[in-house]
């Protein structure tokens, strides 16, 4: 596209290249829908309004056209689909541009991993945009696959990917001045910077924003979200398959605030984004709880570009990109037609483009475990109670418990009758050695045992269950696959999902991974647990950036003390 032929088009001198004729247009702007024609040049809009000249005319009998969705805070790892798969899952719901630090990846594979995903996406209809990743490792309580120093950090801002700096989850590390951690905010000035900052309040949430960090997704209540807009923090307002918080932070939106609020999704299933969707599930979901369906575009599209400083995206308007949605209905937001930069690449949720994939060589073969024995799973019994993890339904944060536990021989046994199971975290990347041990309730197995290669953030392997024979078997079978979930019972493996791609991706179609998911999620369910996405809980019991106990390979881990306690 010629600057000068876009505004020849748009002074209605040329024909455009496409007329979507008969729109409602909404606009983002004034938070009006109105009747036009959208003209576009190459990959832009060059006009809104009475424009009907051009190579092409698609009549849209009256449907909406509104922008593409954006996706303003996701790891896309947690889909556990390689980038072209889960841009057929995203693009033909609507999701046109996605903001990601990869620091799933990174953990893993560092920058390599990184330039993977990057350069995949670049062959994707797909605005991707590059936080560089903060936190890898998230913290020194764990053990990681790669460390991003401040160089690495540098090296990255200067992509043309990247907009800024990712969450910086070390809160503790901005409120007491760590220097590393300062550093590379340092190095962000003039580019945005997120936040993570769960139940952080008062001056230490003072301290955290002056560090220059302006926006965070782990508000769980409706008051702390409120402080941190009061503050002058931009809450994402996050619904993910085991992070919901919707509900609760929606009466935060009104005509006075929604300018400094957004969605996201944090971290979404594959089988969430097959069934259900992406950002667009949340634009629904906050429609039927009463919000205006205009108003919730807005929060998907505009508000999250103004934030990021997407000058061209979020929006139908002179001289921004192509990338629009026709909804056939706005109360339940029925896509019918994706656009990108111009180009139908989706419709009637059907992606129209082909998947491409680079080869993944130097991101296989992660999983590297020193040899040990069933007998390193046990848990000497240090006393008449012991240390739990509790789970909260429909959330990541935890609560720490004192419990009086089970114990034979002296060791300590999963207690199923109060469902108090035994947990492990073990160490993958450089075969230390290191095992966490720890207990954990609100998972509800009967039987068997759960493990996965996913554990956020570094990604070690993390097992639960009713007995050490099934969470030996369970985590052997994920050293052989390199990677990937499994359930086992009776000492046998139930079934599997390999992830060979860094232990985090699949290198399978997206309905055959949602297919050994929900099987696998079955199986869970037949053993007991009544977690909806019972994976997904299991992989944040290992991330200690969330209050309030967590399990690492290096042992127990007391977020709000910030260090080690068992």
């Keep these: 596209m010629k600057l000068a032929d876009l505004i020849s088009v748009a002074k209605g001198e040329l024909p455009a290249d496409l007329v979507l004729a008969n729109a409602r247009v909404v606009n983002v702007f004034t938070g009006e829908v109105e009747p036009g024609n959208v003209a576009i040049c190459g990959d832009r809009i060059a006009g809104v309004g009475d424009y009907h000249q051009a190579k092409q005319v698609l009549d849209l009998g009256g449907k909406y056209l509104a922008p593409g969705l954006i996706n303003g805070h996701t790891h896309l790892e947690s889909s556990m689909l390689d980038i072209g798969q889960y841009a057929q899952a995203v693009v033909s719901r609507g999701t046109l ?5 990869l620091h799933e990846i990174a953990n893993v594979c560092g920058l390599d991993g990184i330039r993977y995903v990057l350069n995949c996406a670049r062959r994707l209809p797909l605005e991707l945009f590059l936080m560089a990743p903060s936190c890898v490792p998230a913290t ?11 160089q690495a950090i540098r090296q990255l801002l200067k992509l043309k990917d990247c907009i800024g700096l990712g969450e910086v989850m070390n809160f503790p590390g901005v409120i007491n001045a760590d220097a590393d951690v300062l550093r590379k905010i340092d190095l962000a000035q003039g580019k945005v910077v997120d936040g993570h900052a769960p139940g952080v309040t008062g001056k230490d949430l003072t301290a955290y924003i002056t560090a ?12 702390e979200a409120r402080e941190k807009l009061r503050q002058g923090m931009y809450v994402m307002i996050r619904e993910g398959s085991s992070e919901k918080n919707l509900d609760a932070l929606l009466p935060l939106v009104t005509d006075k605030t929604y ?3 957004f969605f996201v999704v944090d971290d979404r299933s594959c089988v969430d984004l097959l069934r259900d969707g992406d950002i667009d599930a949340v634009v629904r979901k906050a429609i039927r709880s009463g919000l205006d369906p205009v108003r919730a575009i807005q929060m ?4 999250t570009a103004e934030y990021f400083r997407l000058d061209r995206l979020g929006a139908v308007a002179p001289g921004y990109l192509a990338n629009l949605i026709a909804i056939s209905e706005l109360s339940d937001l029925k896509i019918d037609m994706v656009f990108y930069r111009g180009r139908l690449v989706a419709k009637e949720g059907k992606p129209l483009f082909p998947v491409y994939r680079p080869s993944s060589e130097g991101l296989t073969n992660t999983v590297n475990i020193k040899p040990f024995n069933i007998e390193a799973l046990r848990l000497p019994a240090s006393g008449e109670t012991e240390p739990v993890i509790e789970l909260v339904p429909g959330q990541i944060i935890t609560r720490k418990r004192l419990e009086r536990v089970k114990v034979a021989n002296g060791v300590v046994i999963s207690d199923i009758n109060r469902d108090i199971l035994k947990l492990a975290v073990v160490e993958r990347h450089k075969a230390t050695g290191n095992i966490g041990l720890g207990l954990v309730m609100g998972l509800g197995l009967k039987r068997g045992a759960l493990a996965s290669s996913i554990a956020h953030d570094s990604h070690n392997i993390i097992a639960v269950g009713t007995n050490d024979e099934d969470i030996f078997t369970a985590i052997k079978e994920i050293e052989r696959l390199q990677g990937g979930l499994v359930v086992a019972a009776d000492g046998k493996v139930l079934a599997s999902l390999a992830l060979p791609i860094a232990g985090l991706l699949s290198d399978e179609p997206l309905e055959v991974v949602v297919s050994k998911l929900e099987k696998l999620e079955r199986l869970a369910m037949n053993l007991g647990t009544a977690l909806l996405a019972p994976f997904a809980t299991l992989s944040f019991l290992a991330l200690p950036v969330i209050p309030e106990l967590r399990l690492t390979d290096l042992g127990l881990v007391d977020v709000n003390e910030f260090k080690l306690i068992k």
Excluded: F
């Design 97 to 101: 541009a996605l903001v990601t630090d």
């Design 140 to 150: 020194h309580l764990e053990t990681s696959g790669a460390n991003l120093d401040s």
């Design 212 to 223: 220059g960090i302006h926006s965070d997704h782990e508000s769980v209540s409706l008051d």
């Design 259 to 261: 300018k400094r609020c």
């Design 300 to 303: 998907a599209t505009i508000n």
